[in-house]
């Protein structure tokens, strides 16, 4: 399976590797084809994920992080994923899904 990793872009400029988008590339790595892509560092926002990522790199999986202040950009990302191929599989983890839910976003 083709599986795309994703950082997304948010307010911050600071562009770090995310350990944990890595220990999860490194634990599937054996069986399937990954890719970590880093949308800060790439400068991708939701707008332009489909034409610059999903277009050439037709993931049947994507996965991505999320922090509390992602969260309205992953809803993004989501929709327009969705929008352009309904059977792509969509997984969110990280940092905010271990919170409670914040009012607002
Ligand atoms: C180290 C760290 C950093 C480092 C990152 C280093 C790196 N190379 O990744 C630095 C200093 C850069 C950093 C910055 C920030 N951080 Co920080 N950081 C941490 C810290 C201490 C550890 C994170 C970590 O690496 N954990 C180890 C890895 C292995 O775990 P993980 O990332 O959670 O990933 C695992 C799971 O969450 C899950 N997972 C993660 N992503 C995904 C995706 C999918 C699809 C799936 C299935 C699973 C999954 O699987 C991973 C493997 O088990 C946490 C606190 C904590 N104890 O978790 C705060 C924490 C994540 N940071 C936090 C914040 C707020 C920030 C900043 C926004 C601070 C700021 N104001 O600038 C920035 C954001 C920077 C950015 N560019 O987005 C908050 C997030 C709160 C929230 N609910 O959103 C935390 C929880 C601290 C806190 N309690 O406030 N941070």
Same mark, same amino acid.
Request: aromatic content about 6%.
């Given at each position: 399976?083709?599986?795309?990793?994703?950082?997304?872009?948010?307010?911050?400029?600071?562009?770090?590797?995310?350990? @944990?988008? @890595?220990?999860?590339?490194? @634990?599937?790595?054996?069986?399937?084809?990954?890719?970590?892509?880093?949308?800060?560092?790439?400068?991708?926002?939701?707008?332009?994920?489909? &034409?610059?990522?999903?277009?050439?790199?037709?993931?049947?999986?994507?996965?991505?992080?999320?922090?509390?202040?992602?969260?309205?950009?992953?809803?993004?990302?989501?929709?327009?994923?969705?929008?352009?191929?309904? @059977?792509?599989?969509?997984?969110?983890?990280?940092?905010?899904?271990? &919170?409670?839910?914040?009012?607002?976003?």
């Amino acid at each position: 399976m083709k599986v795309l990793l994703v950082k997304p872009n948010n307010l911050s400029d600071h562009i770090q590797p995310s350990l @944990g988008l @890595g220990y999860l590339a490194e @634990g599937i790595r054996a069986r399937h084809e990954v890719v970590i892509l880093d949308c800060i560092k790439e400068d991708i926002s939701p707008a332009q994920f489909v &034409q610059r990522v999903l277009k050439d790199g037709r993931p049947d999986l994507v996965g991505i992080q999320c922090y509390t202040f992602d969260l309205g950009n992953v809803r993004k990302l989501l929709k327009v994923i969705k929008e352009w191929n309904p @059977g792509i599989i969509t997984v969110v983890g990280g940092a905010h899904i271990f &919170q409670r839910p914040v009012a607002g976003f």
